[in-house]
């Protein structure tokens, strides 16, 4: 416990000097502990902890229909992720002999920024709609067995950064995934040499 000793320091000295009596004062601080303590323990439960940030993904409702969801062949754009960081593309449905099969990279020349951007000027351009023009454009992913957890992520949030309202993510087809194993085999053969 904390003393305060407030006796005088200097003292007269003779006759008809009083002696004062030596007075001293004790403050006892185990209630400012207490109250410490108490304010403490205020300030923990009352503060908000940080909140954990998440990618925020909005699921459909979930009503069974017999029809599956259409979108217009022109205004869909189908990405398929493959080993490497390696990124494919094609508009609409996949041709037969594979020409509209495309390469793209995450950045730098040909991104695939780039050919969201472009396909959704291309979908502006054709839609009769003055209140939503991207109505018709649909982004569909399709992450290859080879592809890792980070290019899925990169792409979710090109999606955010280009302000794709409608994509989704779907697994590749058997015929989709031995196009990317071949192209990717053709790429780290090319990377070689």
């Given at each position: 416990?904390?003393?305060?000793?407030?006796?005088?320091?200097?003292?007269?000295?003779?006759?008809?000097?009083?002696?004062?009596k030596?007075?001293?004062?004790?403050?006892?601080?185990?209630?400012?502990?207490?109250?410490?303590?108490?304010?403490?323990?205020?300030?923990?439960?009352?503060?908000?902890m940080?909140?954990?940030?998440?990618?925020?993904?909005?699921?459909?409702?979930?009503?069974?229909?017999?029809?599956?969801?259409?979108a217009?062949?022109?205004?869909?754009?189908?990405?398929?992720?493959?080993?490497?960081?390696?990124?494919?593309?094609?508009?609409?449905?996949?041709?037969?002999?594979g020409?509209?099969?495309?390469?793209?990279?995450?950045?730098?020349?040909?991104?695939?920024?780039?050919?969201?951007?472009?396909?959704?000027?291309?979908?502006?351009?054709?839609?009769?709609?003055?209140?939503?023009?991207?109505?018709?454009?649909?982004?569909?992913?399709?992450p290859?067995?080879?592809?890792?957890?980070?290019?899925?992520?990169?792409?979710?949030?090109?999606m955010?950064?280009n302000v794709?309202?409608?994509?989704?993510?779907v697994?590749?087809?058997d015929g989709?995934?031995?196009?990317?194993?071949?192209s990717?085999?053709?790429?780290?053969?090319?990377?070689?040499?």
């Amino acid at each position: 416990m904390a003393e305060l000793d407030t006796s005088g320091g200097g003292h007269k000295k003779g006759k008809g000097v009083k002696k004062g009596k030596k007075l001293s004062t004790r403050v006892d601080l185990t209630p400012m502990v207490d109250l410490g303590f108490l304010l403490i323990t205020f300030f923990i439960f009352t503060t908000t902890m940080s909140q954990p940030t998440a990618l925020k993904l909005f699921l459909p409702d979930d009503k069974v229909t017999d029809e599956p969801n259409k979108a217009k062949e022109s205004g869909v754009l189908t990405i398929l992720m493959g080993a490497d960081n390696h990124i494919y593309y094609y508009e609409g449905q996949l041709k037969s002999d594979g020409s509209n099969f495309l390469s793209a990279s995450y950045n730098g020349e040909n991104s695939i920024r780039d050919v969201i951007l472009k396909k959704k000027a291309d979908v502006r351009s054709r839609s009769r709609d003055t209140e939503n023009p991207y109505k018709d454009f649909v982004v569909v992913i399709k992450p290859g067995a080879d592809c890792n957890y980070k290019n899925v992520i990169d792409i979710l949030d090109e999606m955010a950064i280009n302000v794709v309202k409608k994509y989704a993510l779907v697994d590749i087809s058997d015929g989709e995934s031995q196009l990317v194993k071949i192209s990717d085999a053709s790429s780290q053969t090319s990377a070689s040499n």
